[in-house]
Nanobody, 127 residues
Framework: QVQLVESGGGLVQAGGSLRLSCTKS????????MGWFRQAPGKEREFVAALSQSGGRTNAADSVKGRFTIFRDNVKNTVYLQMNSLKPEDTAVYYC????????????????????WGQGTQVTVSS
């Protein structure tokens, strides 16, 4: 069974940065396409960023483009979401998700595409 664990959330002032991490218990993440999603109170879960299994292709929601970056470190078996220039509207629980194993250059931006989810980490941005 694939278990994903997120970390790195917290409280930060507007304009600040955070780096979220996602690791997998038992086995490598390098065989999976990865994604980050978020859910704010009273709102539906929304796509944030995605990364192909090959690592060569990424995509991000318009609301975070230019501020958030998804990338992976296969040596550390970790996928990251670097979040810069944070805004209060970025406040949400952030989830990492994995699809696979999938040996593909495709990235996925719909939550229904993913097979495994982490428990989420809270990010709060104060104004």
């Amino acid at each position: 069974q694939v278990q994903l664990v997120e970390s790195g959330g917290g409280l930060v002032q507007a304009g600040g940065s955070l780096r979220l991490s996602c690791t997998k218990s038992g086995g490598t993440l390098s065989n999976y396409a990865m994604g980050w999603f978020r859910q704010a109170p009273g709102k539906e879960r929304e796509f944030v960023a995605a990364l192909s299994q090959s690592g060569g292709r990424t995509n991000a929601a318009d609301s975070v483009k230019g501020r958030f970056t998804i990338f992976r470190d296969n040596v550390k078996n970790t996928v990251y979401l670097q979040m810069n220039s944070l805004k209060p509207e970025d406040t949400a629980v952030y989830y990492c998700a994995a699809k696979g194993p999938a040996y593909t250059v495709t990235y996925y931006y719909q939550s229904s595409d993913y097979d495994y989810w982490g428990q989420g980490t809270q990010v709060t941005v104060s104004s």
